[in-house]
């Protein structure tokens, strides 16, 4: 199975900023479709940004618009998540997550694979 490694979290003041990275390692991108997606205990794994094979077509969760900005090199096998603006409800583990299709989408069921997350904590 070809793992996904997500790296960046961290303890940031709101307001601040994190860029998280996730690499897919092992082989040639085996999902061309990308996501981000965050958790935090007792409540459902909720979308954050999507990304599509050639980076043309993102989406982006209601919570995060104007605020996190989803990217990918292809040559480096990377997504990433540059995060500004941060505000405490934005804290949880961030997944990164792949999918076999081209297209994006912000619906869970629909990724393939994941990855373990990383914490991400804003304090008020």
């Known amino acids: 199975q070809v793992p996904l490694v997500e790296s960046g979290g961290g303890l940031v003041q709101a307001g601040g900023s994190l860029r998280l990275s996730c690499v897919v390692s092992g082989r040639t991108f085996a999902f061309p479709a990308m996501g981000w997606f965050r958790q935090v205990p007792g409540k459902e794994r909720e979308f954050v940004a999507g990304i599509s094979w050639s980076g043309s077509t993102t989406y982006y969760g209601d919570s995060v618009k104007g605020r996190f900005t989803i990217s990918r090199d292809n040559a480096k096998n990377t997504v990433v998540l540059q995060m500004n603006s941060l505000k405490p409800e934005d804290t949880g583990t961030y997944h990164c997550?792949?999918?076999?299709?081209?297209?994006?989408?912000?619906?869970?069921?629909?990724?393939?694979?994941w990855g373990q997350g990383t914490q991400v904590t804003v304090s008020s």
């Open positions: 997550a792949g999918r076999r299709k081209s297209t994006a989408s912000m619906e869970k069921s629909e990724y393939d694979y």
